[in-house]
């Protein structure tokens, strides 16, 4: 019990009373009977929004905590780092200031390859929440399944799914928790589950015999029919998602971007619409700023994954648009671009580092699992996949993520990847924060308290 003869908790600004109410929730949760919401200056716990503030602190003092945010959000995150740090008894006395490196730690969870509950997403959320991510990215498109209800198209929907109802549920309790929705459907790459009910829109392959085959994840992006179809999927879930920032639009894998010349269809069509220099690539990057413009009309950040841009060995008619951030997950192929060339030519990126946080079911394609202790001894804020080293720029470099890829979904259940993950949260917090006081054993007893 954090206060065992009872507690109160005042706030200082009318806007903190929803983030108190949630406070009363994390404590009901290792617990704490909750607490009276007060405006008493004396209380137990007292949460203060002081915009002026250098940074977000807590306070330990002889009669409770004084928790002082620079803004609502912020109070609500070093509200939860201080709850945690009290509960594993590593709160010193004193006032302790609470900033991190970037401001955006993610958690993308492919929730297509394997259905994940309603309720374990919300006890996802609760990690999130104690372990001050604030951003959650949820995958529901892939090869191997749709897990979200769809109205434009129900035949592509899998057995298994969550209805809109379900999802705007989880949408209003990441709200009370601070961490915010980004909506992910790949294309034009990543789409066997959509292609099996239409393989007329699957891109056909010129093997080195001269025989053709479709390939049954990637999408004929010449084909008009194809891509006004994509696109109205993306109109659809833009309505359920609307308050969400961003919208991840993928863009990775679409096919070997080394062997583009082997699928003639968008070789043509490239060069009937951006002249004869141009190539399969550049139908690639004109249909990426396609969905780009929807999407951003549609009120939304869009983003993409890395590798397919501003390749090496490619040399582009058609430039990616401005009007997308970047998530850079890899650099295992030679030829695609490093950090920098995103970061000189004005891009935002995110750290998607998949050497420390890829979080691989079974562990395919050559990953191992990430773990609390790679992380904490290892790993820091400016360390990206394939040793790059990049100083870390909050601006322009805003944040890092944790990622689950359910590649084998049977190798583990959702309790256990609930439980092994969300310990990673907890020690990128530490390294952001430059503040590393738990051990494993500690988070996982947290853990355990918490999802019970």
């Known amino acids: 019990m954090l206060f065992a003869n009872g507690w109160s908790l005042s706030i200082n600004h009318q806007s903190l009373l929803p983030i108190a109410r949630r406070v009363n929730q ?19 716990v007292q949460l203060i929004l002081d915009r002026q503030a250098a940074t977000s602190s807590v306070e330990r003092t002889a009669q409770g905590l004084i928790i002082t945010g620079t803004c609502t959000k912020a109070t609500l995150r070093t509200a939860a780092y201080a709850i945690l740090r009290v509960f594993l008894g ?10 991190f490196a970037q401001p955006r730690r993610i958690f993308m969870l492919d929730m297509a390859r394997k259905y994940y509950s309603k309720e374990t997403i919300l006890k996802f959320i609760d990690a999130l929440n104690f372990a001050q991510f604030n951003v959650l990215q949820l995958h529901f498109s892939e090869n191997e399944g749709f897990r979200i209800e769809c109205e434009t198209a129900p035949e592509i929907v ?69 891509v006004a179809f994509i696109l109205s999927i993306y109109r659809e879930f833009a309505e359920l998602f609307s308050t969400s920032t ?44 396609r969905v780009i413009e ?15 841009f501003f390749r090496l060995n490619r ?32 891009y935002r990126v995110t750290n998607f580092n998949d050497n420390y946080f890829y979080y691989v079911l079974g562990e395919n394609a050559g990953y191992t699992y990430p773990s609390y202790h790679k992380v ?25 993520a944790v990622a689950v890829w359910n590649d084998i979904p ?38 355990a308290k918490i999802f019970v």
């Open 26 to 44: 994390l404590l009901e949760k290792i617990d704490q009977a909750p607490g009276v919401i007060t405006k008493e200056a004396d209380a137990t």
């Open 158 to 226: 899998s057995a298994e799914f969550l209805t809109k109802a379900e999802i705007r549920e989880i949408i209003l309790y990441a709200q009370t928790a601070g961490v915010e929705i980004v909506p992910d459907f790949d294309s034009p790459g990543h789409l066997r589950q959509i292609l099996k009910t239409h393989p007329e829109w699957q891109l056909v392959k010129k093997n080195p015999d001269g025989s053709l085959e479709k390939n049954p994840t990637a999408l004929n992006i010449a084909n008009s029919e194809a």
């Open 294 to 308: 929807e999407v951003n009309g549609l009120g939304f950040i869009p983003q993409v994954w890395n590798d397919g």
């Open 90 to 99: 590593e709160l010193p006395e004193g006032k302790i200031p609470v900033a």
């Open 246 to 289: 961003y919208f991840h639009i993928g863009a990775d894998e679409f096919v070997d971007f080394d062997e583009m010349e082997a699928y003639p269809e968008i070789q043509t069509y490239a060069k009937e619409i951006y002249g004869e220099k141009a190539a399969g690539i550049d139908a690639f990057v004109g249909y990426v700023n």
């Open 410 to 447: 049977d190798a583990q259940t959702q309790t256990e990847v609930l439980t092994n993950v969300s310990e990673l949260f907890f020690a990128v917090m530490q390294k952001q924060t430059g503040n590393v006081f738990a051990t494993e054993e500690q988070i996982a007893e947290f853990l």
């Open 376 to 400: 904490i001894d290892s790993w820091t804020p400016d360390m990206w996949p394939q040793q790059q080293v990049v100083p870390v720029e909050p601006k322009q470099l805003p944040g890092v």
């Open 315 to 346: 040399a582009e008619v058609v430039k990616l648009s401005k009007n997308v951030e970047i998530t850079y997950w890899t650099k295992w192929n030679q030829n695609m671009a490093p950090v920098e060339t995103f970061i000189e030519k004005g």
